[in-house]
């Protein structure tokens, strides 16, 4: 859940003004170690670039109107933004996800898709073909596709996944050890 969002939010409604005021990008923090420390996951980015930020504007609609959600669903379900996210989950799932993880992306995504609305209802159905898919088909899928799109990126591309893959199983080690999918926030719960 993103508390900041929310307040940034209602701050927006509480000015009065007749739009949004312009908000000026402010770096809170930052680390020349963000690569190093952060090892991202389809569920990850679905939890935190559009889940999370969806629940957000559902909790304010009723407070900030229906052009409040209207607006939000807009930027979320932008077509070159929702692209981003659904290739990144496709990739993310199909080769660096330990299975732990995969099941945790599914159950989210499926608990989701009861609330789908004609606002996030296309965009959450591909994200949930993404999340059932097994992991093979969405390999074969995207090695057949991506050098087709750009061909002059494919070996690069294949370099990093490999590159990818090897810090991912050292993470999955660790996860195994747990009993516990490397998780984020409080949907790690879901897990004994």
């Not at 000026?24 to 670039?49: D, K």
């Not at 209802?121 to 969405?138: D, M």
Request: charged share 20%; with cysteine.
């Amino acid at each position: 859940y993103w508390p900041q969002t929310h307040i940034a939010f209602l701050a927006m409604k509480g000015s009065l003004l007749p739009k949004p005021f312009c908000v000026t990008p402010l770096i809170s923090s930052a680390s020349p170690y963000h690569a190093e420390n952060t090892l991202y996951s389809a569920w990850y980015l679905w939890e935190t670039g559009i889940r999370s930020l969806y629940a957000v504007g559902m909790a304010l609609r009723v407070s900030l109107g229906s052009d409040f959600i209207n607006a939000v669903c807009r930027h979320l379900f932008w077509k070159k933004r929702i692209f981003f996210y659904l290739k990144n989950i496709l990739v993310y799932s199909a080769f660096f996800d330990s299975s732990s993880q995969i099941e945790l992306l599914r159950k989210s995504v499926r608990s989701s898709m009861r609330h789908a609305t004609f606002c996030n209802g296309i965009a959450l159905l591909f994200v949930f073909v993404i999340a059932e898919l097994p992991a093979w088909t969405k390999r074969w899928f995207y090695r057949l596709a991506f050098p087709l799109l750009q061909p002059h990126r494919w070996s690069e591309v294949k370099k990093k996944i490999k590159e990818k893959q090897v810090l991912h199983k050292k993470a999955h080690a660790s996860e195994d050890e747990k009993n516990m999918p490397r998780s984020y926030d409080r949907e790690a719960r879901l897990w004994p």
